[in-house]
């Protein structure tokens, strides 16, 4: 591995200047971004995938809904479209792709967008749905919009500090990409996670001078879908379990801990599951002689595969914050809204 990021170190150094000239430009006005009159919540990451933006997306729409008029927009990645689309009950993830539809199917009374121009996408929202505030999904790295709050994402166990650029490393941008965040979030902690670890991890970010706060991945007591009941049930299955996320392993570990006998199919993130893919897990799952067996995935998967396979479950996941964490988070997320207007 050593080898290898040697090897690929100048085409990161290449990458490392590009950025920077382009993040420079951003800053002196050179290249034009643009505010809007109403908050701009960006969530992201400095990494490529895997740092939890969707529940904490989620976390946020259960936060802001009831108070503000609340719009999300996302560029849709992995759809067969273009252009703007405001999400409808006709749309198919590849229409808009799998996390937008996540969310217009959990929260109806929210608004739900696409588009890979995030400056005509809110404008769009606010001409025709006149939103109070936008939540930018994945928009870290989009400064064509000048976000109002910026939510900074890194994984516990991968840390921006302790990573490198692309193509050495996962990083799309410098470190010091994080000056722009008015937060940090370290995501998929441990649930018991002690505070003096917590100071450590701090004090790598304590050049920046932001507000750190930690979240874990919390799974839900029971299962949903086209069988609902709860875990302790879900040991007297077979489970076929079908992911397509950046990365399972957390999940298949919990329901290892949980003496869930599992047969894993393991997909790339955001995959586009074929006919064939398709037809290949319905046969293995009946190939399967137990007399319990289910077939169990991710909620992100499940927007994109129930329509193809009928028995299909999935389990729900949200983030929580250690310690009453989200106090403080909260507090500051409703003190900026309230501020801005």
Known sequence: MKVIRFLLFPFAVLYDFVTRIRNLFFD??????????????VI????????GKTPQTEYLIRLLKD??????????YGRKTKGYIHLSNKHSANDVGDE?????????????????????GIQNLLAQN?????????????????????????????????DYLLPTGSLR?????????????????????LEKEQKVIKQKFSKFNKSVFFTSITYADTIKGFYNFNLETLKEYSVLLITGIANSKPLTSFLKQHQITIQHLKYRDHHNFTDIEIVDIITKFREDTASKKLILTTEKDYVRLS???????YLPIKISFLQNQHKEFDHLIYKHVKEFN
Request: include cysteine; charge should be positive.
């Open 100 to 120: 937008p539809l996540q969310y217009y199917k959990k929260f109806r009374n929210i608004d739900v967008a696409v588009d890979e121009n995030r400056v005509e």
């Open 44 to 51: 992201g990451n400095l990494s490529v995938g895997g740092t």
């Open 307 to 313: 329509s193809s396979i009928e028995e299909l479950s």
């Open 130 to 162: 006149k939103p109070e505030l936008v939540l930018l999904d994945d928009a870290y790295q989009h400064r064509k919009v000048k976000g109002s709050f910026y939510i900074l994402l890194t994984k516990y166990s991968d840390l921006f500090t302790d």
């Open 67 to 76: 108070t503000y008029k609340t719009a999300v927009l996302s560029r849709g």
């Open 173 to 193: 941008e410098s470190s010091k990409g994080a000056k722009r965040a008015n937060v940090i979030l370290v995501t998929k902690c441990p649930e018991n996670l």
């Open 28 to 41: 002196k006005g050179i290249l034009k971004q643009t505010s809007f009159k109403i908050p701009v919540i």
